[in-house]
């Protein structure tokens, strides 16, 4: 079995469908991108979680002081974008807050299945993926962010956050290297 999981984090339609409230077009290449990712994660058979952003639709959050209202449960941009369909046996972790750990079930999961190496994709790097990335890290999990598959519609943001994450909590891999890391697990679980 393997140890390592890919986390996509917030690949909902509030991010990559242009009727979103939060699209913007710098996400089309990200998500064409993550798309490759996802596949290659399927046929090397890594646990796959999608960590999707989901409010309580008439709860007071405490997010609302920073932000818009947005991603209702129930609602057409809380879904995942359409060409992510979520396949059996990959799990769905709702969220509340930027961090897909921070009062979720998602450490309790991968522990449950002996996973030791998080690869994420998704958006935005400089919020949730960061986020994510420095919990994970937290956690003791080894972080991979796919750089290529996570972006930002700030590149100053962007570029800072991925400088951040190599530097101190995990590393920045190309698509290629990820790539060779899920076929190099596949080959040890054989």
């Not at 290297?177 to 679980?189: I, P, R, Y």
Request: charged fraction near 25%.
């Amino acid at each position: 079995m393997s140890k390592s999981a890919l986390i996509l984090v917030d690949v909902i339609n509030d991010f990559f469908h242009p009727d979103g409230s939060n699209f913007h077009e710098e996400y089309l290449p990200v998500l064409e991108n993550i798309k490759s990712v996802l596949a290659q994660a399927r046929v090397n058979e890594l646990m796959i979680v999608h960590t999707m952003e989901e409010h309580i639709p008439g709860h007071p959050d405490f997010e609302w002081h920073k932000l818009p209202k947005h991603n209702f449960k129930g609602t057409v941009n809380a879904q995942p974008e359409k060409d992510i369909e979520i396949h059996a046996g990959e799990y769905r972790v709702p969220k509340r807050r930027y961090s897909a750990f921070f009062a979720t079930d998602l450490d309790l999961i991968l522990r449950e299945r002996g996973i030791e190496k998080l690869f994420l994709v998704g958006v935005k790097t400089h919020v949730c993926v960061r986020a994510t990335a420095q919990d994970a890290f937290a956690y003791g999990y080894r972080v991979y962010v796919i750089a290529g598959a996570v972006g930002s519609n700030h590149a100053h943001l962007h570029s800072a956050s991925l400088e951040d994450i190599d530097r101190y909590m995990g590393r920045v891999i190309s698509m290629d290297d990820a790539f060779q890391m899920f076929a190099v697990e596949t080959s040890l679980n054989e």
